[in-house]
Every structure is written in C-alpha cells, then in structure tokens.
C-alpha cells in the first residue's frame, strides 16, 4: 500500500499513521507506529535543500527489516528499549527520531522495534529492526 506524507518528513524517521493511506510525525502519545521512512534519491531538492519528504509526496517507509538511524541518546545495550519521541524538548531533540527512554513522556516505547548496535554517544547511527503488523 502505498503511503503519502501527512507534511514534510525527514529521512530516518519514525512514523506514525494518521489515515488510511497518510502517514506523519508522531505529535502526541498513544499513535500507531507506521514504520521509519527511508531514503530514496530525489530529481529535485526542497527549498531549504533537507533530505526530506514533502506533503503529499509517495513516502519509501520501511516497515519490516533493518535500518540504520540517528539514535537521539546513547545506545549502551542491544537489550535497551527503543522509544520514539512525539514531542520536542530541547537540543536536537525532533518528532520522530529514535531513543532508549521515554523522556518524561515525550516518546512512547516501540515493542515490535530493537536495538541490533550500540553508540558511544548521543546523535549517532544505531541499526535498528523492526517488524510492523
């Protein structure tokens, strides 16, 4: 089935459903995880030149399998849980983007996701694979 971008979303984030064919950043908790939208090369570049998807654009989600992303906190332990934030609190943290804690409820864990890496810092790559119903 293919999916269209609710508004822009960037590469390597988590998604979540907000229709039967939409897909957003996560904006509040108790969404459904839609899987991580990855990469494709583009023929034209955006306004700001981000890697991104624009609104309304065919999202490439990945939705079983493994994929590599920006961990928002350190990975110190395949075993950590995996969260995906809703909503921004300071620094580089973003809708969407990966972490191992819930920071005081501003990520909801992800059961169908693990860690496969580990990072020695915070904004690194992490692989992480998941398996979406």
């Given amino acids: 089935m293919t999916r269209y971008a609710d508004a822009a979303i960037p590469f390597g984030r988590g998604l979540a459903a907000v229709g039967p064919d939409k897909s957003a950043l996560p904006s509040a908790t108790g969404f459904v995880f839609d899987g991580v939208a990855i990469m494709k090369h ?7 030149n981000e890697a991104q998807y624009e609104a309304n654009e065919a999202i490439s ?13 350190a990975v110190t332990s395949v075993n950590d849980p995996v969260y995906l934030r809703h909503t921004a609190n300071a ?12 920071d005081t409820a501003r990520a909801d864990q992800i059961t169908n996701a693990r860690w496969l890496t580990t990072t020695t810092g915070a904004d690194e ?9």
């Fill in 42 to 48: 583009k023929a034209q570049s955006n306004d700001t």
């Fill in 61 to 73: 989600t990945l939705r079983k399998g493994r994929v590599w992303v920006l961990a928002e906190e």
């Fill in 91 to 102: 620094g580089t943290t973003a809708p969407g983007r990966f972490r191992i804690s819930a």
């Fill in 125 to 133: 790559l992490a692989l992480l694979e998941i398996n979406t119903p």
